[in-house]
């Protein structure tokens, strides 16, 4: 029989609730997936959920009970307990609790492949977008450097809608990064508008690299810039003053790229 709690006082919607800051998440070492998508998307990546909740006016409760095994723990939770734990205010009625990756600061032994580096990026539309844009060219993997939204935040979890099962997600120094893929000889494209950037047109496509995007204002840390193999830029030809970082990343992201 499915446990069932319909208190928001009851000690885990506490808890749960308290996955919403950076905070609870790391005393608790857990974040919460919210929305069948989200859900999905970790089951059919067979990523270990700790619990699944759901009320009973969800809807894919065929779809989901095909997608679980009989450990799976399951509680029923009322309509309150989902709108107190839920960051959109408009619960689809399913949620789940998965622990948090322990290797995400540890920099892989092999490098191979192309690497997306997240500097100082902030907007967790963006974020989203670009680590979506990286799944969808083939990226091994996405960076998350200082300044960069928490890849926990609830927000950042919906926005990569998934993407996040698909590739590996790191976070840590970016020049430490750097250094490794000096080391393992595959190039690190930096992004800047200057007079010593080169049109990313004229970089010869390659199937190892790293590309470093930065801040929605400031662009990318001067010191990282410092370590890069060469810096690129996309022109201008109209009227714009500059591109959405998530819309440069993307077009650098396929374009640099040797399929």
Known sequence: MMKKIESIQNRYVKNWTKLKTKKGRKIQQSYLLEGWHLVKEA???QIKLQVILVTADFKEQAELTKLINQEQQLILISPVIAEKISDTGHPQGIFAIAALEKS????PAELAGKWLLLDN????GNIGTMVRTA???GFSGVVFGRGTADLFQPKVV???QGSQFHIRLFTGNLSDW?????QSGYPVWGTEVSAQALDYRQVKRTHNFALIMGNEGNGVDFQLLKQTTQNIYIPIYGQAESLNVAVAAGILMFQLSNY
């Open 121 to 124: 990026v902030q907007d967790p």
């Open 135 to 137: 799944d969808a060219a």
């Open 158 to 160: 919906r926005s990569m």
């Open 104 to 107: 995400l600061a540890e920099i």
């Open 43 to 45: 089951l059919l990546a």
């Open 178 to 182: 750097l250094t490794a893929f000096a």
